[in-house]
């Protein structure tokens, strides 16, 4: 039932900054994933329902940020210090409860949006 859509993908060069967004229909815990081609979906971030909780992957950690817009019930993704390793599809992922690393933790995907990092 919960429909998310991400947002504000496009090309930036490296050590630029991207924010990315994802709009759901009901208040929930976010993740982001992204995915490369060839490669699995991997963990980016995620905040949790209640307390906001975030947590990150080591690769990003440091220079993403993750965070909620209350008014728009919105979650966003700050990406700064843009890496070419960084270029990927971003798929924002929501669960009503549990939230962990792995894609299987997760209930809710959005369609994706890309994210492309020039050298």
């Known amino acids: 039932q919960v429909q998310l859509v991400e947002s504000g993908g496009g090309l930036v060069q490296a050590g630029g900054s991207l924010r990315l967004s994802c709009a759901a229909s009901?208040?929930?815990?976010v993740a982001w994933f992204r995915q490369a081609p060839g490669k699995d979906r991997e963990y980016v971030a995620s905040?949790?329902?209640?307390?906001?909780?975030?947590s990150y992957s080591d690769s990003v950690k440091g220079r993403f940020s993750i965070s909620r817009d209350n008014e728009k019930n919105t979650v966003t993704l700050q990406m700064d210090s843009l890496k070419p390793d960084d270029t990927a599809v971003y798929y924002c992922?929501?669960?009503?409860?549990?939230?962990?690393?792995?894609?299987?933790?997760?209930?809710?995907w959005g369609q994706g949006t890309q994210v492309t990092v020039s050298s």
């Open positions: 009901g208040r929930v815990a």
């Open positions: 992922a929501a669960a009503n409860t549990f939230s962990g690393t792995k894609v299987t933790d997760w209930d809710y």
């Open positions: 905040i949790t329902r209640i307390i906001g909780r975030t």
